[in-house]
């Protein structure tokens, strides 16, 4: 792990990127917003872990216990970075990853995800299967949405829930969408792997709070504070509603979590192992 000093210059520089790209002073190519996207204004600010509040109620004591930094005296030896607003989602990374409006026949509710090929987006498993009600949500996916500007809206092709997440298991919290429109090819996409030595600890996460209105994406940066062998926690205040979005390195579009849980400390990751990998890969050989 990096000392104090370094993580301090890490944040500050990640906090600098990201006000650079809503001043707009990186490059933008020819490819813009698509359509006016539908007011929302009646719908809900509900986060999509509510629906599985039986399984991931389980989740802040269990890291309790294996990550180690639930107490006062850690959490303050490493200080939370709060999430801003991204004022421009017409450039990369923003525009990769998208809203979630997940609707059940009485409740709406919000998440994030982001596009690792051209037709299919990662995200949470709670995003797409709500074990409150052991069913799969009517789900709307707005890329790099702004308000009431974005991509256009799409409904799900397909969707795959990890195994795991189905049983139960708030460590296998993860699934993917596809669409019939390859925008991935135009917007980008993230590559997903695990984290490799000499990675460093500086990343990035980004996503849709539940609470913002209109829909608007936040974007923290932060560091690596720990894990365990299916998780990893780092120190970015994500707000309720970002969970699906990337956890990426810094200045890059690799994606090395799926941010899932934000308890009494800091916020969690589901992480891209090989055996994470591996059942994606598996998912998108089936499509």
């Not at 690799?254 to 800091?266: E, I, S, Y």
Request: proline share 6%; aromatic share 6%.
């Amino acid at each position: 792990m990096i000392n104090e000093v370094e993580m301090t210059e890490e944040v500050d520089e990640l906090r600098r990127s990201i006000l650079l790209l809503n001043e707009g002073t990186s490059e933008v190519d020819s490819l813009q917003p698509q359509e006016e996207l539908p007011a929302d204004a009646d719908e809900v600010a509900k986060p999509a872990f509510l629906a599985s509040s039986s399984v991931l109620s389980r989740v802040a004591a269990d890291l309790a216990d294996t990550i180690g930094y639930e107490t006062r005296t850690e959490r303050l030896a490493h200080p939370l970075t709060s999430v801003q607003d991204v004022n421009d989602t017409t450039v990369p990374p923003w525009r990769v990853v998208a809203h979630l409006l997940l609707r059940t026949a009485h409740d709406v509710y919000h998440g994030s995800a982001f596009f690792i090929t051209n037709t299919v987006l990662l995200t949470a498993g709670h995003n797409l299967f709500f074990h409150d009600i052991r069913r799969t949500p009517a789900i709307t996916i707005y890329p790099g949405r702004n308000g009431r500007s974005g991509y256009g809206a799409f409904t799900p092709k397909a969707v795959r829930v990890a195994a795991g997440w189905l049983q139960g298991d708030p460590d296998a919290d993860f699934g993917i969408i596809a669409i019939d429109q390859p925008l991935g090819a135009q917007l980008g996409k993230f590559g997903v792997r695990d984290l490799k030595p000499g990675d460093g600890n500086a990343v990035y996460v980004s996503g849709y709070p539940a609470d913002r209105q209109p829909r608007t994406q936040c974007a923290g940066a932060g560091t690596i504070l720990g894990g365990t062998g299916r998780r990893i926690s780092y120190s970015v205040e994500t707000l309720d509603g970002q969970s699906g979005g990337p956890v990426a390195l810094k200045g890059t579009l690799t994606a090395v979590g799926v941010h899932v849980a934000r308890p009494t400390g800091p916020a969690q990751a589901i992480r891209v192992t090989d055996v994470v990998k591996a059942e994606i890969t598996g998912w998108l050989q089936g499509l």
